[in-house]
């Protein structure tokens, strides 16, 4: 279970690479599956990371050229980092366990070039399932992974995930779904019916994409 958890590659967020990826960032970057698979799209120059897990940190450091160990809000990025030169900067399923996530939002969003992205996702508390048990059980118990993963200290709607990826000043591009629903799946029925109003509870999970304009007048 933990080598899928950190060894599975995000390739939901492909389709929102920008065109040019010659340096990112991967904030909980686990084995770094991600970033090679970036790689396999992109001529990436330079790929750094960040990563809590000790041993799991080791094995990103064989893919990328540099991965700052434990706590993101700790780390040194701007050190080694300047303003404005990274074309993307990935936050997957990690903001969540922040105490403090815009700020570290802020920070990076510094770092992000001109038409460069930053890629959040984050867990959607409006999920059905979870209303439906709250609101018909009362239960609001932490579990070892999933949207009440213990180790989970913000939550998001759809709204808030992207007041979150535009904090820093960002322009929005999208915020859809981490899962896609495929015809003839009862969520992909539901989702045209609704106009894609009930997409704000049946999302697990929000994939939201902000971008630095090339007009700086362009900004959020």
């Not at 495929?182 to 902000?210: C, I, N, T, Y």
Request: glycine share 8%; net charge neutral; with cysteine.
């Amino acid at each position: 279970m933990e080598d899928r958890y950190y060894g599975t590659p995000r390739t939901e967020i492909l389709p929102w690479l920008p065109e040019r990826v010659s340096r990112m960032l991967d904030v909980g970057c686990g084995a770094g599956a991600t970033t090679v698979a970036v790689k396999r799209i992109r001529d990436v120059a330079w790929a750094g990371g960040v990563e809590y897990v000790e041993g799991v940190a080791a094995v990103a450091e064989r893919d990328l050229d540099r991965v700052w160990r434990g706590d993101a809000a700790k780390a040194p990025l701007e050190e080694s980092i300047a303003p404005q030169s990274l074309d993307l900067v990935l936050c997957l399923d990690v903001l969540e366990h922040m105490p403090d996530p815009w700020a570290m939002v802020r920070r990076l969003s510094v770092l992000i070039a001109p038409a460069g992205r930053l890629i959040v996702s984050v867990p959607n508390i409006r999920h059905w399932k979870f209303i439906w048990r709250l609101a018909a059980m009362g239960d609001f118990a932490y579990r070892d992974a999933g949207l009440l993963d213990r180790t989970h200290l913000r939550f998001f709607v759809r709204r808030t995930a992207i007041e979150l990826a535009t904090c820093g000043g960002l322009r929005l591009v999208g915020a859809v779904s981490v899962q896609a629903w495929r015809f003839p799946e009862p969520r992909w029925w539901l989702a045209r019916a609704s106009l894609g109003r009930l997409d704000e509870v049946m999302a697990k999970q929000w994939l939201v994409v902000a971008e630095r304009p090339q007009d700086p007048g362009q900004l959020a």
